[in-house]
């Protein structure tokens, strides 16, 4: 059975580049959230997809933005990267309205 | 605005002792809280969670003890193990389902 698997697992970027990253949730899962980890900090919630749609948000720019497919992948993506932006992006997956969540192990991204 | 703290940065315990783990939260909407425990380069494991109708809840070693007047929950490990050493979140949310605060972290240590 597997788990939340997530890819690139790390990837290097440079101010203002665009950066997309992926998430596939545990078999049977519906609903995946994204969340941002900076250096020595707790994850931070950036959105939450069900149904192909954004169903909560955290207090994050439009810079990030989200899709959902069909098959409850997920991808995150970042534009007009900035420094501040790197961090370790978890994706977690559940069942709607199901705890709890289970995390994927994340993509470490830098920003140069 | 931190909604979930853990005061604790880092906990060294001796083997086969009690570990502590501490968390405060300040939002009195919240009514569900979990524990996660994380290793270096993993993703973090869901380990024990707590509903705010009850006090407390026990899963073999772990226990999570939840005050709602003090808004402060704890979780127990006894006893301790080496393999116990990781760095412990504990995050909360307002409903099941709902986007989850993370506390900054508390890396246990256990000496063998």
């Known amino acids: 059975d597997a788990g939340v698997t997530q890819s690139p697992t790390h990837l290097i970027k440079t101010r203002g580049q665009q950066v997309t990253l992926r998430c596939s949730p545990k078999?049977?899962?519906?609903?995946v959230s994204w969340y941002q980890q900076a250096l020595g900090q707790g994850p931070q919630f950036i959105f939450q997809y069900y149904e192909e749609e954004e169903r909560q948000r955290g207090n994050f720019p439009d810079r990030f933005s989200g899709h959902q497919f069909p098959n409850y992948s997920s991808e995150l993506n970042v534009n007009a990267l900035l420094l501040g932006d790197s961090a370790l992006y978890l994706c977690a997956s559940s069942l709607v309205g199901g705890q709890p969540q289970h995390f994927g192990d994340g993509t470490r991204l830098s920003i140069l | 605005d931190q909604q979930v703290k853990q005061n604790s940065p880092s906990l060294s315990v001796q083997e086969g002792r009690i570990s502590i783990l501490n968390c405060d939260y300040t939002?009195?909407?919240?009514?569900?809280f979990l524990w996660y425990k994380k290793y270096p380069a993993e993703g973090p494991t869901f380990l024990i969670s707590i509903s705010s109708i009850k006090d407390k809840n026990e899963d073999g070693r772990f226990t999570v003890f939840l005050n709602k007047s003090a808004k402060h929950l704890s979780l127990h490990i006894v006893p301790s193990q080496p393999g116990d050493s990781a760095v412990y979140f504990c995050a909360a949310s307002a409903m099941a389902g709902n986007q989850f605060y993370f506390g900054t972290g508390t890396s246990l240590t256990v000496i063998p």
């Open positions: 939002n009195s909407m919240f009514d569900y």
């Open positions: 078999s049977g899962h519906d609903t």
